[in-house]
């Protein structure tokens, strides 16, 4: 068996460096010693924000082209909440790529029957409930609402957390939500105290696709 440390390399496809060291300081409490390396980095092609359909498409080559030349990392995640590129990506490698809204939701299914999720903007939630349907998961969805905000806004704006608490009070009292997902990497760093407010379980996307990721190359 080989003393080489497993490595998990964790992109944020957008290029705002906030958003990343946001994602990294996240995941501090999974890193451990003798635990897997968890490397966060930043897909400089990527646009500010992943905002739109044409933000997805813009990413998945670039993402693609980033998996395949990294031949240190034993897993990767994608840390957008559209998953660009999942299946592009995994078509380019044999290591195990995971995409953060498969892993988050499939969390929140582990924590609760039906669950709800903090969308960044209308725009996003056709877009991701097209993804449900695919997993055929859509029966599973109490709801999804929107911030109306921006990832950059997500990330470092003073309110976003009162707008999360907001949203996510809805989705628990009005459309029955027993578990919410953050849907942006974005928002990461307001997962406890919007857990705390809610009084369910909240799910951080990225933090689950890693977790998921440690299981993975550990039981290898």
């Known amino acids: 068996m080989s003393d080489k440390r497993l490595r998990i390399r964790v992109v944020n496809p ?6 990343t060291h946001s994602i990294d300081g996240a995941l501090d409490p999974l890193r451990f010693e003798n635990g897997p390396e968890i490397v966060c980095s930043t897909l400089a092609e990527g646009p500010f924000g992943i ?7 813009s990413v998945v080559m670039p993402l693609r082209a980033l998996v395949e030349a990294d031949n240190a990392s034993d897993a990767f ?28 939701v499939l969390t ?15 725009r996003s939630i056709a877009r991701h409930m097209r993804y449900l ?17 921006s990832v950059a806004e997500t990330a470092s704006g003073d309110n976003t957390l009162a707008h999360m608490v907001e949203v996510g ?25 919007l857990e705390e407010a809610l009084g369910i379980a909240v799910i951080d996307p990225t933090q689950a696709a890693v977790t998921i990721a440690i299981g993975a190359i550990s039981c290898r």
């Open 108 to 122: 929140a299914l582990a924590r609760g029957g039906r669950f709800g999720v903090i969308a960044i903007g209308q």
């Open 14 to 19: 957008n290029s705002n460096e906030t958003v």
């Open 133 to 149: 349907r695919q997993m055929a998961l859509i029966d599973r969805l109490a709801g999804e609402r929107p911030l109306n905000m």
């Open 169 to 193: 009070r809805r989705l628990r009292d009005e459309d029955g939500a027993e578990a919410v997902v953050m849907g942006c990497a974005g928002m990461t760093r307001h997962r406890r105290p």
């Open 77 to 104: 995640v994608l840390a957008c909440y559209s998953d660009p590129g999942l299946h592009v990506c995994r078509e380019g490698t044999a290591r195990p790529v995971f995409g953060i809204a498969e892993c988050g």
């Open 51 to 57: 905002e739109t359909q044409a933000d997805v498409e």
